[in-house]
């Protein structure tokens, strides 16, 4: 065979094998980086599920806490009443009376 002709050959073979090995390499980084991005996008999902459930507890501190700044809480027969800076606890059935 003429000199040429091998040279052209393993020349085409360097070629060939870079670029294969390049295809490959690329499409192991694009798969690595997509697994990375679905990783995300799950936490993401699990945060916006928790989200709704966040609100209504919030919701419902503020009710809380609106209902002792207007001017006690009612739980389980218990009113608490500010006087300044003096607590009293008193019964419902004796407030009422």
Known sequence: MNSNVMVALISFLGTFIGTLGGII???KLT???IEQLEKKVDSQNRFTALVPIIE???KG???????LE???LNYEGIKIN???DNY???RNSQSDS
């Open 70 to 72: 207007i001017g006690g």
């Open 88 to 90: 009293a606890f008193t």
């Open 82 to 84: 500010d006087y300044k």
């Open 61 to 67: 501190f503020e009710r809380r806490i609106s209902n």
């Open 56 to 58: 209504e507890k919030l």
């Open 25 to 27: 390499t690329s499409g």
């Open 31 to 33: 798969n690595y980086r």
